[in-house]
T-cell receptor, first 112, second 112 residues
Framework: DAGVIQSTRHEVTEMGQEVTLRCKPISGHDYLFWYRQTMMRGLELLIYFNNNVPIDDSGMPEDRFSAKMPNASFSTLKIQPSEPRDSAVYFC??????????FGPGTRLLVL | GQQVMQIPQYQHVQEGEDFTTYCNSSTTLSNIQWYKQRPGGHPVFLIQLVKSGEVKKQKRLTFQFGEAKKNSSLHITATQTTDVGTYFCATLGGGSQGNLIFGKGTKLSVKP
């Protein structure tokens, strides 16, 4: 099993640019989660999906953030326009029902 | 909503000393999960506890779930440098949803 895949480990962009983070969950998992981690705020849940449907997006900081899950094997988190304060590590995780979550390696985003 | 408080926030120990982190809630928890995140890595599931008073061991790690299911602890005996990282407790968000509520984590450093 390849685990949760976040193929981009580091992303550097300039303020105002659009940035899209991608995630491939573990096959067969019906839950997908997007987290953001910073030193100041710790691990924050941004949004999660169940069977490709967004369930709770109350953690999304503002309208600049959006997430989609067009099918069971792919999800994106988009920030448009990006700002320096969005710099963080973004993790994707997946799980099957209420079982433990499996995290991807994360994408370290730096917005200059 | 449910919250879990984790203490201490940081712990520095000499190699060979024991270490304990505590997770507390004001409400009864359906379960507790523990995760470890190595520096620069991603959270990795360690164990899940669901029964009142449950105790589980993984080599030098001992996990306990309180009788009232409102607290949990992770104890490491004779720490090693490989134990360095942040330890998170987490609990299910409620209902049948698969989201987790994470504690802020305890960051463990081990001096050789």
């Amino acid at each position: 099993d390849a685990g949760v895949i976040q193929s981009t480990r580091h992303e550097v962009t300039e303020m105002g640019q659009e940035v899209t983070l991608r995630c491939k969950p573990i096959s067969g998992h019906d839950y997908l989660f997007w987290y953001r981690q910073t030193m100041m705020r710790g691990l924050e849940l941004l949004i999660y999906f169940n069977n490709n449907v967004p369930i709770d997006d109350s953690g999304m900081p503002e309208d600049r953030f959006s997430a989609k899950m067009p099918n069971a094997s792919f999800s994106t988190l988009k920030i448009q326009p990006s700002e320096p304060r969005d710099s963080a590590v973004y993790f994707c995780a997946s799980s099957s029902g209420t079982s433990p979550q499996y995290f991807g390696p994360g994408t370290r985003l730096l917005v200059l | 909503g449910q919250q879990v408080m984790q203490i201490p926030q940081y712990q520095h120990v000499q190699e060979g000393e024991d270490f304990t982190t505590y997770c507390n809630s004001s409400t009864t928890l359906s379960n507790i999960q523990w995760y470890k995140q190595r520096p620069g890595g991603h959270p990795v599931f360690l164990i899940q506890l669901v029964k009142s008073g449950e105790v589980k061991k993984q080599k030098r790690l001992t996990f306990q779930f309180g009788e009232a299911k409102k607290n949990s602890s992770l104890h490491i005996t004779a720490t090693q440098t490989t134990d360095v990282g942040t330890y998170f407790c987490a609990t299910l968000g409620g209902g049948s949803q698969g989201n987790l509520i994470f504690g802020k984590g305890t960051k463990l450093s081990v001096k050789p």
